[in-house]
């Protein structure tokens, strides 16, 4: 009988590790340079790539690039304009690792974003999201679907945006023609072709 329970007991325990993992549980996916680790999957979002921002030597955020499955499957490796194209839902998180104050990041957005959107309501809107100063650690979710822009700084949703050129031009300051970063702009669209 004690045999029986010897060997029962480790049985139980596999099953109960089973239980407590959901099938089909996303794994994560690590960030080299920084060790950030980002989920496979956000709801029906695939994860397409993760990389760092370094400005003058300095880690300034990881980011990982999302977008909903069923269009990401379609693409091709290094589709980006079909990411930056495509009207399916996507989600760009960017996890600071360093402190910034807020004047230094919507700077950061007017040198990538005023010569092409400077002029639209929305644009000085989401701008206006960004205030005070951002502690190391903050997250910022940036989320597009069609024409629509949902922004969440550190949880806290602000109002939604709505204008297409303003999301496009969005993507494009990491995936377009002349990104804030080639190698940034390569590793964010790496599991494409492979999801």
Same mark, same amino acid.
Not at 35 to 52: C, H, K, S
Not at 97 to 114: H, I, P, Q, V
């Given at each position: 009988?004690?045999?029986?329970?010897?060997?029962?007991?480790?049985?139980?325990?596999?099953?109960? $590790?089973?239980?407590?993992?959901?099938? *089909?549980?996303?794994?994560?996916?690590?960030? !080299?340079?920084?060790?950030?680790?980002?989920?496979?999957?956000? *709801?029906?979002?695939?994860?397409?790539?993760?990389?760092?921002?370094?400005?003058?030597?300095?880690?300034?955020?990881?980011?990982?690039?999302?977008?909903?499955?069923?269009?990401?499957?379609? +693409?091709?490796?290094?589709?980006?304009?079909? $990411? $930056?194209?495509?009207?399916?839902?996507?989600?760009?998180?960017?996890? +600071?690792?360093?402190?910034?104050?807020?004047?230094?990041?919507?700077?950061?957005?007017?040198?990538? +974003?005023?010569?092409?959107?400077?002029?639209?309501?929305?644009?000085?809107?989401?701008?206006?999201?960004?205030?005070?100063?951002?502690?190391?650690?903050? $997250?910022?979710? +940036?989320?597009?679907?069609?024409?629509?822009?949902?922004?969440?700084?550190? *949880?806290?949703?602000? !109002?939604?945006?709505?204008?297409?050129?303003?999301? *496009?031009?969005?993507?494009?300051?990491?995936?377009? !023609?002349?990104?804030?970063?080639?190698d940034l702009k390569e590793t964010l669209v790496s599991r494409l072709g492979k999801l």
């Amino acid at each position: 009988m004690h045999t029986t329970k010897r060997h029962f007991l480790p049985l139980l325990m596999t099953l109960s $590790v089973g239980l407590l993992t959901p099938a *089909g549980a996303s794994a994560n996916v690590r960030e !080299p340079s920084s060790g950030e680790a980002f989920t496979e999957a956000r *709801g029906d979002q695939a994860l397409l790539g993760v990389g760092i921002r370094k400005r003058w030597g300095f880690k300034v955020y990881a980011m990982g690039l999302y977008a909903e499955r069923s269009g990401a499957t379609r +693409l091709g490796p290094g589709d980006y304009r079909g $990411v $930056v194209g495509g009207g399916f839902r996507k989600t760009v998180e960017i996890r +600071l690792l360093r402190t910034l104050s807020a004047d230094k990041l919507r700077s950061a957005f007017e040198d990538a +974003l005023g010569s092409r959107v400077g002029g639209l309501a929305e644009y000085h809107q989401f701008l206006s999201y960004f205030s005070g100063e951002l502690e190391k650690g903050t $997250v910022i979710t +940036l989320q597009t679907s069609g024409p629509q822009l949902d922004v969440s700084i550190s *949880g806290q949703r602000k !109002p939604a945006l709505r204008n297409a050129k303003l999301t *496009g031009a969005l993507l494009d300051v990491w995936l377009g !023609p002349a990104p804030v970063d080639n190698d940034l702009k390569e590793t964010l669209v790496s599991r494409l072709g492979k999801l």
